[in-house]
């Protein structure tokens, strides 16, 4: 479902990962783990298409991938259902009430986004997965501001999503509990740093 060949990824100019491979399939989940700044999140964000890579190649079935990023991605001034339908109609699906249950949304889908907690803007900025109707899941922190409840639901989430067949691949420092899945640490792919000649040559 996504390939990742000798992949070298960069951060604002600067290389942070060099030979990366790996293959994410039908039903599993990959997790990263590494230092804050090893360029876990350089990684998922070119993964996602979001930033060419600097070599390597990547492959993955078309529109089979979805991101979720530090932001929730969530229109203050729209109500929670509204926010979820407005995703739907971008992704070409209609039923939201999935997702609106995954997260137990649905005592709150008539509620300003504007006026949800923390916790609550991070579940519904999660649950526009479900409507996506796109197989890989590409995720970068995804629990941040949730409490143990929510981090429970999203595991649930996350391994009915892989018995279906789909996959996911996630930045996190949280046990999920999900024993199937994969760790790949990025430790062992980061670039060399340039020394000052190295880096001033470059320029020259």
Do not use: C
């Not at 999140?41 to 979805?66: C, F, N």
């Not at 649950?127 to 629990?143: A, F, K």
């Not at 899945?181 to 040559?201: N, Q, S």
């Amino acid at each position: 479902m996504l390939r990742a060949d000798d992949l070298s990824v960069a951060r604002g100019g600067l290389r942070v990962l060099d030979g990366v491979s790996f293959t994410l399939t039908s039903g599993e989940a990959l997790i990263l783990r590494g230092p804050n700044g090893a360029g876990k999140t350089t990684l998922l964000r070119t993964l996602a298409g979001l930033q060419p890579p600097l070599a390597g190649r990547i492959e993955s079935e078309p529109d089979a991938l979805v991101y979720a990023g530090h932001a929730d991605g969530i229109k203050s001034m729209l109500t929670v259902r509204e926010n979820l339908s407005f995703w739907a109609q971008v992704f070409g699906t209609s039923d939201i009430s999935a997702a609106l249950d995954a997260y137990e949304l649905t005592a709150l889908a008539d509620r300003p986004a504007g006026m949800l907690s923390a916790g609550q803007k991070r579940r519904l900025g999660l649950s526009r997965l479900l409507v996506t109707g796109r197989p890989v899941w590409i995720l970068d922190e995804p629990t941040v501001s949730l409490d143990t409840h929510a981090v429970s639901m999203f595991a649930r989430v996350v391994r009915d999503h892989l018995a279906e067949g789909g996959a996911a691949l996630m930045a996190t420092h949280i046990d999920l509990g999900l024993n199937e899945a994969r760790v790949l640490d990025v430790a062992p792919f980061r670039a060399k740093t340039p020394g000052i000649d190295e880096f001033d040559e470059a320029f020259l």
